[in-house]
C-alpha cells in the first residue's frame, strides 16, 4: 500500500529560500499553453507557476493569451507565437520556443485538441513530438499535451525522452486514452496502474482525483489526502501543472515535486472551501491560501 504524503514531509523536502539565492536559483519555467478556446488554463498554469517559487515563469502561446497574461499577470515573461488551426499555437513557432531559456519545460494546458478540429489536434501533436525530445530539463506533460501523447502512444511510437525527467498528470479519463484501459478498469485499483505505467513509461505519473496516486518508475509510490469536491471543476489541474511545474524549476527530483504539488494544492482548496463552500469556490482560490501556507511555514 502507498504511503500518504504528509504536512511534514511536504516541509521537510521544500526548503527555505537561501539568503544568496537569485532569480536563477529557482529556475525558469517555460509554460507552452493556451489557444484562442482555452485562455484560461495558460493563466492559471502561469499563475500556479509563479506562486509556487519559479524563478522566470514565461508562457508561449498565441496573442489573446498573451494580452490576457499581461494584463493579469505583470510577472510573466512572453513568448509570441504564431496563430494555427482553430486560434492554438502553429508548429511555425517551435524554433522560436525552441531558442527560450528554459530549466523545465509545461507543456499542455488549453493548447487545443480534437474538441476543436483534427488539425487543432494535429498541430498539438507535433508541439508534443517536437518540444519533448532532446529538452534539456524536466517536464510536465499536462491536459492536450497528454491527449496527443495517446495518440502517439496509440500509433505505436514511444513516449519522447528529454534530459530530465517527465512527469504526466493525467485524471483517469486522460490515463484511460493514455492506457487503453477503461476508466472503471483504472478505478478499480488505481495505486496498481500508477505505479505499472510510471514504470513502464519511466515516467512520474500524477493520477489525479479523489486521492491522487503520484507513482515513480523506482516503484515509489504515495497518496494525496488532501483536497475536496470543490476541485472537481475546470481549471483545478491546470494550477496543479503550475506548481508542480514551479517545484520542479526550483530543483525538486520529480517524485518530490510531484508530491508536494498535490500535497499543498489540496490543502489550499480545503482552505479555499472553508471559505467558500466546495460550491463556491474556484480554482484561482487555491492561489492566496498557497501564499498563507508558505507564509506560515517561512517558506
Ligand atoms: N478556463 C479554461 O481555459 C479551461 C481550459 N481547460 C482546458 O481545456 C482542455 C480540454 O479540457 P476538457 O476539460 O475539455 O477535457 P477533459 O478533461 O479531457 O474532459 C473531457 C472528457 O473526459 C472525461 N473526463 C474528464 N475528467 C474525468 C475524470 N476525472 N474521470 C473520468 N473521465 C473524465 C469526461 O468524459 P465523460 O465522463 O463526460 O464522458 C470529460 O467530458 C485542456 O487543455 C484543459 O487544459 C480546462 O482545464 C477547463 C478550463
Ligand atoms: N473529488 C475530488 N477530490 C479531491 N480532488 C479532486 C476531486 N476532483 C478533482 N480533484 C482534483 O482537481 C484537479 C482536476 O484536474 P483535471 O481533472 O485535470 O481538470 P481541469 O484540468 O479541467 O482543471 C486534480 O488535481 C484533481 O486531483
Same mark, same amino acid.
Not at 19 to 26: A, D, L, V, W
Given at each position: 500500500?502507498?504511503?500518504?504524503?504528509?504536512?511534514?514531509?511536504?516541509?521537510?523536502?521544500?526548503?527555505?529560500?537561501?539568503?544568496?539565492?537569485?532569480?536563477?536559483?529557482?529556475?525558469?519555467?517555460?509554460?507552452?499553453?493556451?489557444?484562442?478556446?482555452?485562455?484560461? =488554463?495558460? $493563466? %492559471? #498554469?502561469?499563475?500556479? !507557476? /509563479?506562486?509556487?517559487?519559479? *524563478?522566470?515563469?514565461? &508562457?508561449?502561446?498565441?496573442?489573446?493569451?498573451?494580452?490576457?497574461?499581461?494584463?493579469?499577470?505583470?510577472?510573466?515573461?512572453?513568448?509570441?507565437?504564431?496563430?494555427?488551426?482553430?486560434?492554438?499555437?502553429?508548429?511555425?513557432?517551435?524554433?522560436?520556443?525552441?531558442?527560450?531559456?528554459?530549466?523545465?519545460?509545461?507543456?499542455?494546458?488549453?493548447?487545443?485538441?480534437?474538441?476543436?478540429?483534427?488539425?487543432?489536434?494535429?498541430?498539438?501533436?507535433?508541439?508534443?513530438?517536437?518540444?519533448?525530445?532532446?529538452?534539456?530539463?524536466?517536464?510536465?506533460?499536462?491536459?492536450?499535451?497528454?491527449?496527443?501523447? =495517446?495518440? $502517439? %502512444? #496509440?500509433?505505436?511510437? !514511444? /513516449?519522447?525522452?528529454?534530459? *530530465?525527467?517527465?512527469? &504526466?498528470?493525467?485524471?483517469?479519463?486522460?490515463?484511460?486514452?493514455?492506457?487503453?484501459?477503461?476508466?472503471?478498469?483504472?478505478?478499480?485499483?488505481?495505486?496498481?496502474?500508477?505505479?505499472?505505467?510510471?514504470?513502464?513509461?519511466?515516467?512520474?505519473?500524477?493520477?489525479?482525483?479523489?486521492?491522487?496516486?503520484?507513482?515513480?518508475?523506482?516503484?515509489?509510490?504515495?497518496?494525496?489526502?488532501?483536497?475536496?469536491?470543490?476541485?472537481?471543476?475546470?481549471?483545478?489541474?491546470?494550477?496543479?501543472?503550475?506548481?508542480?511545474?514551479?517545484?520542479?524549476?526550483?530543483?525538486?527530483?520529480?517524485?518530490?515535486?510531484?508530491?508536494?504539488?498535490?500535497?499543498?494544492?489540496? !490543502?489550499?482548496?480545503?482552505?479555499?472551501?472553508?471559505?467558500?463552500?466546495?460550491?463556491?469556490?474556484?480554482?484561482?482560490?487555491?492561489?492566496?491560501?498557497?501564499?498563507?501556507?508558505?507564509?506560515?511555514?517561512?517558506?
Amino acid at each position: 500500500m502507498a504511503v500518504e504524503i504528509t504536512e511534514d514531509f511536504v516541509w521537510q523536502v521544500i526548503p527555505p529560500r537561501p539568503r544568496e539565492s537569485h532569480k536563477g536559483t529557482f529556475g525558469t519555467v517555460l509554460a507552452v499553453a493556451g489557444s484562442a478556446s482555452y485562455r484560461g =488554463a495558460a $493563466l %492559471l #498554469a502561469a499563475e500556479g !507557476a /509563479l506562486r509556487t517559487g519559479a *524563478g522566470i515563469v514565461t &508562457l508561449a502561446s498565441v496573442e489573446p493569451v498573451l494580452a490576457a497574461a499581461a494584463a493579469r499577470l505583470p510577472e510573466c515573461c512572453l513568448c509570441p507565437c504564431a496563430a494555427g488551426a482553430d486560434g492554438g499555437i502553429s508548429p511555425e513557432s517551435i524554433p522560436f520556443i525552441q531558442r527560450q531559456k528554459a530549466t523545465v519545460l509545461l507543456l499542455g494546458p488549453g493548447l487545443g485538441g480534437t474538441a476543436q478540429s483534427a488539425a487543432r489536434a494535429a498541430e498539438t501533436r507535433v508541439l508534443v513530438q517536437r518540444l519533448l525530445p532532446g529538452f534539456a530539463g524536466s517536464a510536465v506533460l499536462d491536459a492536450d499535451g497528454l491527449n496527443a501523447a =495517446a495518440q $502517439l %502512444l #496509440a500509433e505505436g511510437k !514511444a /513516449l519522447p525522452h528529454l534530459t *530530465g525527467e517527465l512527469i &504526466l498528470t493525467p485524471h483517469p479519463g486522460e490515463m484511460a486514452r493514455l492506457t487503453g484501459l477503461s476508466v472503471a478498469e483504472i478505478s478499480a485499483d488505481r495505486e496498481k496502474i500508477a505505479r505499472q505505467y510510471a514504470k513502464k513509461w519511466n515516467v512520474v505519473v500524477v493520477l489525479k482525483g479523489s486521492r491522487t496516486v503520484v507513482a515513480a518508475p523506482d516503484g515509489r509510490a504515495c497518496v494525496n489526502p488532501t483536497g475536496n469536491p470543490g476541485l472537481a471543476r475546470g481549471g483545478s489541474g491546470d494550477v496543479l501543472a503550475g506548481m508542480t511545474a514551479a517545484l520542479l524549476a526550483c530543483r525538486l527530483p520529480a517524485f518530490e515535486a510531484a508530491s508536494c504539488a498535490v500535497y499543498l494544492h489540496g !490543502a489550499a482548496a480545503d482552505r479555499a472551501a472553508a471559505l467558500c463552500g466546495e460550491y463556491g469556490m474556484l480554482p484561482h482560490d487555491i492561489l492566496p491560501q498557497l501564499g498563507r501556507m508558505f507564509a506560515e511555514n517561512q517558506r
